[in-house]
Each structure stands twice: as structure tokens, then as C-alpha cells.
């Protein structure tokens, strides 16, 4: 599915909220990006999180292979 990046990071965002997780292949399986640019969006979201949710950030498991929202 081709999204305008406004709805891919909206898509990715939501997708967070409501399962605290997520994968690359997930992401890209369904808006059809190359790697660089789901690094883009997954740094636009940390960013947005670190200036308007203090209490949560978005970081990554190598050992599970998933980026998932904590709350401090």
C-alpha cells in the first residue's frame, strides 16, 4: 500500500499505541519502504515522543528483533 509519509508515520504510530510493539518487516510489508526511509520515520516518532510524551520512549530489541514503546 503506498501512503503519503504523513499516513505512514500516523499508520506506524497507531500500530505502537495499540500493540506496544512493532517490527520492520511489519512495516514494511505494508507500506512498501526501503530500510532507509522506515529508519527516517522511526526516528521522527522517537523525536515526537521525546518532545510531547515525556513519560514514553520508543527503543529497539536486537534480541527480539522489535521496537516497543516503555513508560518511564
Known sequence: ????????????YETLM????ITKSEVQDVLDIPDLTFRRYMQEIRAYLYNFYKTEELKYS???GYYYLTEE
Not at 495499540?18 to 510493539?21: A, F, G, T, V
Open 1 to 12: 500500500m503506498r501512503l503519503n509519509k504523513s499516513q505512514a508515520l500516523l499508520f506506524i
Open 62 to 64: 536486537k534480541k527480539c
Open 18 to 21: 495499540k500493540n506496544r510493539r
